[in-house]
């Protein structure tokens, strides 16, 4: 949050999100911010959302702050778009709150993420079997203007804050629900804290530090070198084929996340690990393939091109493979390419 920066605050209500609201309009005057405040009602909860809301409305009036909110049916939208519960009220949130800053006319949109977010997030990652950047946890600034000052910040130093201001906050009752996978890394994570003590958790906070760190290398090195290299059309996307199997794996994958995500579903992966994994290897054997990821994107390589496109706008001829199975083309293909 730069001096003279125009800030949306994102505030459920929580601790860390009053932390948030609390701290930046006591350091707006010095640092010269225009903030305003965004709620999002997810329609879950019933009587207590609406608490909720009412709650984070009186604080922003209480500042001075203008407020905004948006109520959305969550458990519908996740429906419709066949996500699980958190995925769905993932996408809503971040889709509210991208309406709201434009209302509000601030770039940037403040979320509360704390360092315990980030070792959480870690530990998810990891039970899914990610790798690499992936296991790194939320990014101080994504692409869309989404910015979280808080990431160094411990839950409990959020807490302790709170209370020397006499600030209160709400309470949800579904951080206890270990349907959730956020709820069960909390639960991993205080047990790590019990068992191993302080130094374990200490050691993991380095850990995804140093991911993250290795991250923005990965995302500068990617803007520099191989974002020019990926070219995108109406139905179809490029990228230099010979150049992506110079590159480290990491760099690979984000190439590949970057090439499928105008063909991906909201609030989902443009494709999955696995699939990107297997696309990086065949890339690595060269010779010209065709890989379907999930009956969404197709990869095709013909010679040094690699195309990415809906799967039902792929050209004729190009046959009708199963999602996750390659098929290998041969001269009579290549021939036949339209690229």
Not at 179 to 197: K, P
Not at 247 to 266: G, K
Request: proline share 4%; charged share 30%; no cysteine.
């Amino acid at each position: 949050m730069p001096s003279g920066s125009e800030v949306l605050l994102a505030v459920s209500g929580g601790a860390d999100s009053m932390a948030l609201l609390h701290g930046a309009a006591r350091q707006a005057p010095r640092w010269n911010w225009r903030l305003a405040v965004a709620h999002v009602h997810h329609g879950w909860r019933e009587r207590e959302a609406d608490r909720d809301l009412d709650f984070v409305a009186e604080h922003a009036r209480r500042l001075g702050l203008r407020f905004l909110f948006q109520r959305r049916d969550a458990r519908r939208e996740a429906r419709e778009l066949r996500l699980s519960p958190e995925a769905g009220a993932r996408h809503v949130r971040y889709e509210a709150l991208g309406e709201m800053a434009r209302e509000a006319g601030t770039p940037l949109i403040a979320t509360a993420h704390n360092l315990d977010d980030r070792l959480e997030s870690h530990l998810i990652a990891r039970s899914r079997g990610a790798r690499g950047a992936a296991l790194a946890g939320p990014r101080r600034r994504r692409a869309d203007g989404v910015v979280r000052p808080l990431l160094d910040v411990t839950r409990r130093q959020i807490l302790d804050f709170l209370a020397s201001i006499g600030a209160g906050y709400r309470r949800d009752a579904t951080n206890g629900d270990l349907r959730y996978a956020r709820n069960r890394a909390r639960r991993e994570l205080a047990r790590i804290s019990a068992d191993e003590g302080d130094a374990a958790i200490a050691d993991l906070a380095r850990e995804v530090r140093r991911l993250d760190a290795e991250r923005e290398r990965l995302e500068r090195e990617f803007g520099e070198r191989v974002r020019p290299a990926i070219h995108a059309g109406p139905q179809t996307v490029l990228a230099d084929a010979n150049l992506l199997s110079e590159l480290e794996t990491d760099l690979q994958r984000r190439a590949i996340d970057a090439m499928a995500a105008p063909f991906a579903r909201p609030g989902r992966a443009p494709v999955t690990g696995r699939e990107a994994e297997q696309i990086v290897q065949r890339i690595a054997l060269g010779g010209d393939f065709r890989f379907e990821a999930g009956r969404r994107v197709r990869f095709e390589r013909r010679g040094r091109i690699l195309k990415a496109a809906p799967a039902a706008a792929v050209a004729p001829g190009g046959g009708n493979n199963s999602p996750g199975e390659f098929v290998i083309l041969g001269a009579a293909d290549v021939k036949e390419s339209s690229l």
